[in-house]
């Protein structure tokens, strides 16, 4: 290989942040980036009765739903005990798998 394809490779692979990243780890990326954006405001600190992000004691009993329980309450909304979680947080724009990848993403750090 030439010294220009391997330069160029390596551009690539930066720009597109890609190379070396499983799946998973590019999915969890996402889910930042989504949970930065848009669940961040109540998500961080529990406004208005939210699970807060890294909290593992209120995050337990949520968790041992099961991933697809908390991706449909993401998607389709819920009001529970504590109160209201909008539907894709409010955010109409989050496709599907945007909103899945916050929660895994949320998840991921609460357990
Ligand atoms: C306006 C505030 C608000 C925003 C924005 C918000 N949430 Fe929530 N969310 C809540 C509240 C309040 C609850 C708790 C409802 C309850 O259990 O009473 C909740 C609960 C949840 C749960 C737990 C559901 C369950 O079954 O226990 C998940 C998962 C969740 N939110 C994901 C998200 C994701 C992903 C986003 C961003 C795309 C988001 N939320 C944005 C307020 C918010």
Known sequence: MSRWAV?????????????????????????????????????LNGLGGAPAKGNRKVWAPRIEQGLEVLIAHALNGFDGAEGSMPARGGNPALSDSEVAAAVKYMVSQSQ
Not at 10 to 16: R, T, V, Y
Not at 29 to 37: N, R
């Open 7 to 43: 330069k160029a490779g390596l551009a690539s692979c930066l720009l597109l942040a890609g190379c070396g990243e499983s799946p998973e780890q590019a999915e969890l990326k996402l889910g930042q980036q989504i949970w930065d954006g848009t669940c961040k405001v109540c998500h």
